[in-house]
């Protein structure tokens, strides 16, 4: 079974698990198109929906190939370098060229560069935020699928490392977001309501992160 799209033809991936009720259509990021169902769905009844959603379909196959584009190459800060391979086991960055080796760790120098930035802009936004909070600790790791977490147990911030690729609004955003987590453990209102107080513009940045996780 495929999915076809301007010539392209997209495959269906059909996942039955017992005890599921409803079925559930999502495009994966090797732009399979996986559907959850229960044991009993019939392959009419998929294709049916199948071509019932066409349209969103579309537009998730659209979001997976500008998270492609947006994850393709050298990215540091906003901007993407072109890359050169050079012999010598290091990488340095040089008017918009990244020179390093093909074998180079390339999270290395992102760990290394978003160790201090990171933590100077949580301190920064922890000195200028509306309430107050615990002081928190920071943690920096790759995530795939979060950009933040909050531990409101420990006051442990982990920032996604991926963020040292994007511009400095959306490492921002994202720290003002878990920095709201320590006076609102869920996503209410209110929560979203100091999140504004402190990050005015912050669904423009929501809509923007989606196209690069």
């Known amino acids: 079974m495929k999915f076809e799209l301007d010539g392209k033809y997209y495959p269906i991936e059909i996942e039955r698990k017992l005890g599921q009720r409803n079925t ?45 584009e947006n994850n393709n190459g050298f990215y540091y800060l906003g901007k993407k370098y072109k890359i050169n391979y050079i012999d010598e086991n290091k990488l340095y960055l040089d008017n918009g060229n990244v020179y390093m080796n093909k074998d180079y760790d390339t999270d290395k ?68 977001h878990e920095l709201t987590h320590l006076v609102y453990g869920d996503h209410s209102s209110a929560f979203w309501s100091v999140v504004e107080e402190n990050f005015p513009n912050y669904k423009e940045i929501r809509k923007d992160m989606k196209e690069f996780l």
Request: proline share 2%; hydrophobic share 40%; charged share 30%.
């Open 109 to 176: 120098f992102y760990k290394r560069v978003a160790k201090d930035l990171f933590l100077e802009r949580l301190e920064y936004h922890y000195n200028h935020f509306s309430r107050n909070i615990p002081h928190p600790k920071l943690r920096i790791r790759k995530m795939k699928s979060r950009w933040g977490v909050c531990n409101i147990k420990t006051y442990n911030i982990t920032l996604n490392l991926e963020l040292i690729k994007r511009e400095l609004k959306y490492l921002d955003y994202v720290i003002i």
């Open 24 to 68: 559930y259509i999502r495009v994966k990021s090797d732009l399979v198109i996986h559907v959850t169902t229960s044991k009993l769905t019939s392959n009419k009844f998929i294709i049916n929906l199948i071509q019932e959603n066409y349209s969103k379909i579309i537009k998730m196959i659209e979001i997976q190939l500008k998270k492609q």
